[in-house]
């Protein structure tokens, strides 16, 4: 990564793209030019980046001439409309969105799970699904001490997943609630402070929602496990931006022991074992909140199955869940290009 | 039911004790004099029942003389002290504490469940955990349906279950975060407004803490299943008084249609089914608050395994957890000695 790279950030406003930003600057990522690109309607705004002023500029096809990295956070249908473009003028296309997850010739993928989905030749990447890949950050280390079976999880998700803007719902719901005033005006059926819901979106003929879909359908795409089993619940807590889950791992036979667990996970990159049952310290969303590393604790025996194990993960939604799994593809792509080079 | 009874609550002032005021007015419980229990703190204040004001008095062995029916919420160590002198001055004590529920000579019924567990001569009645009544009330009626072989559960509890200290500090960490100013001093080792935690009771060496045994116990218990298998996580989640549950019921054989099991929860009482999967509207805590029954939705197949299905429970922990389940327990008891009579 020696020479500096021209790159841009698609849904640079939103909150994903400005954790683009902070871990440009964190990870000293080769940033020599930089578009900030978004919908019309941000026009006339700026963003910070190393102490300059960028502008926002309009996501539009000739945007991308010169660019060399594309980070896409706008979500599918701006994906769709987009990235073509993008990778017609030469970019590296790391995409956020759902728009190409499902595409069997695009690698989706966890840099910690399976950087060796991606191959030479390619210019476009996906970045799984929040839950998945925070969910695959705890489960994957675990396929070294035996055949996975099947997944079972329960999801406890952050008002991140579902953008700045839900989360200023929740924090101007709560604030109405607290002080006596009107609710603002919501997109939600129900209330989100101090409530929860099973996760808004559409759900298919099986009874279960497109969050629900993604995190089976893309867990076993990135672990190479196409009838990897699994049961999942997402539900949606009031929770400012880490999802937590509780997992229950299935082994093919008697499951490793606790200590085994604890070992793999805690020499695991980018996962943090917090398991402390004596001072009843454990993952917590809000210990999750600003850190690239995924929590894991509550790392014990399932009394119900002597092939299971259950844990508790916490993950950061905006930065593992999103931008920084996707500055870690990019990085990943750019270091195997310098070492050919 | 013809004859007022003399009543006591011990517990008076928590966030149980005054639920049963509400309670004894709306199910017409035949309450002639009331006695109204509490720590020596409490003497002084009053509370409010049918319009007129009650004192407070010390909870206090002679303080059972001439009562008829004696309702305990006021921990394991109260009851413990004090339900042996409310036996022998010959009350009919429902305790919604932990203290006697292990005891196998002691009924722990839900009344919509095992009923048939209070034999005639049974004057000391456990009202079982919170978590665990929620759960049954769900998964009882689906016995009709086959032979249930295992149970995994993630919990998503309010802070009513820690009583009406844990809801106001969840309160005052809000208003303290969205105002700005300091936060509450709190017994919990975290923030709770806007964040999640793994239940903060003791740890067993098997790594369950005292929440997740209880259900484990007593779900065995209660539905007579001593090798019933269960999985289960208790997570306390920012809402303030019901609580919710990820359910995956696993039967012996294949599991019934999901119809068939939307027909026989919408039958039972005390649960009502809330699925649309149209509308998207399935249950949540803040719809379960204030109703006497427990909501259940998101009923679907389990995609990992040809004999379980999945839910999501929400359920009013202060009512139908505790002090509805309590009265319910009395109600049964009393009735069944007016048909004798």
Do not use: W
């Not at 396929?143 to 999801?155: E, H, N």
């Not at 496990?225 to 229950?248: G, Y």
């Not at 993952?283 to 690239?292: E, M, N």
């Amino acid at each position: 990564m020696n020479k500096g790279l021209s790159v841009a950030i698609v849904g640079a406003t939103g909150a994903v793209g400005q954790e683009f930003l902070r871990l440009f600057e964190l990870r000293n990522f080769p940033v020599e030019s930089l578009k900030l690109l978004a919908s019309a309607r941000s026009v006339g705004k700026t963003s910070l980046f190393n102490g300059k002023e960028y502008p926002i500029e309009v996501a539009e096809p000739s945007a991308f001439d010169g660019v060399d990295v594309a980070f896409f956070s706008a979500g599918a249908t701006r994906s769709k409309e987009l990235v073509p473009a993008a990778l017609e003028a030469g970019a590296l296309v790391v995409d956020n969105s759902s728009a190409y997850r499902t595409a069997p010739e695009i690698p989706l993928v966890v840099p910690e799970v399976n950087p060796e989905s991606i191959l030479p030749e390619n210019r476009l990447i996906a970045v799984p699904n929040c839950s998945a890949i925070i969910l695959l950050m705890a489960v994957h280390p675990l396929r070294k001490l035996g055949k996975i079976d099947r997944l079972i999880v329960s999801t406890y998700q952050s008002a991140s997943g579902g953008g700045a803007a839900m989360m200023r719902l929740l924090e101007d719901e709560t604030k109405a609630l607290v002080n006596g005033g009107d609710l603002p005006a919501s997109p939600l059926k129900h209330r989100y402070a101090f409530n929860l819901f099973s996760h808004n979106t559409p759900i298919n003929e099986d009874g279960y929602n497109e969050e629900e879909a993604k995190v089976i359908f893309e867990s076993r795409k990135i672990l190479g496990m196409p009838d990897l089993k699994v049961n999942v619940t997402c539900v949606r807590v009031p929770v400012l931006r880490a999802h937590t889950e509780s997992v229950t791992v299935e082994f093919d036979g008697p499951a490793p022991s606790i200590e085994q667990v604890k070992e793999v996970l805690a020499a695991s990159p980018g996962v943090q074992v917090i398991d402390d049952r004596t001072e009843n310290r454990f993952p917590t969303p809000l210990d999750a909140s600003g850190q690239g590393d995924v929590l894991v604790g509550r790392i014990r025996q399932d009394l119900s199955n002597p092939n299971a194990i259950c844990m508790l993960v916490s993950g950061d939604q905006l930065l593992k869940g999103a931008a920084l799994n996707a500055v870690q593809i990019a990085e990943t792509v750019l270091s195997r290009s310098n070492s050919v080079a």
